[in-house]
Nanobody, 117 residues
């Protein structure tokens, strides 16, 4: 059974940094396209960042230059380094695994990130 477990959320002051982690199990991690999505209250879930099995990345325009996604295939973990956090980044952040080599899509339970002074 595939499991994605996020960690690293919490309360951060504006301008601060935070790193989210997502540990995967029950799947061939190295074949998966991994992504981070977020959902703020009253808004739709949106893609934040994605990394392919080959290491190609793409980012939402709102986080380009501030966030960085990376993966460690040996640890079966994907990271989201978030810098210069703003109140508008407040949301529940979800880890996602999928792609053509996985054949299905999986979600973590989410981790809350709150940016506030």
């Amino acid at each position: 059974q595939v499991q994605l477990v996020e960690s690293g959320g919490g309360l951060v002051q504006p301008g601060g940094s935070r790193t989210l982690s997502c540990a995967a199990s029950g799947m061939i991690f190295s074949l998966a396209t991994m992504g981070w999505y977020r959902q703020a209250p009253g808004k739709q879930r949106e893609l934040v960042a994605q990394i392919t099995r080959g290491g190609n990345t793409n980012y939402a325009d709102s986080v380009k230059g501030r966030f960085a996604i990376s993966r460690d295939n040996a640890k079966k973990t994907v990271y989201l380094q978030m810098n210069s956090l703003q109140p508008g980044d407040t949301a529940v952040y979800y880890c996602n695994a999928g792609g053509p080599f996985i054949g299905a899509e999986y979600w973590g339970q989410g981790t809350q990130v709150t940016v506030s002074s």
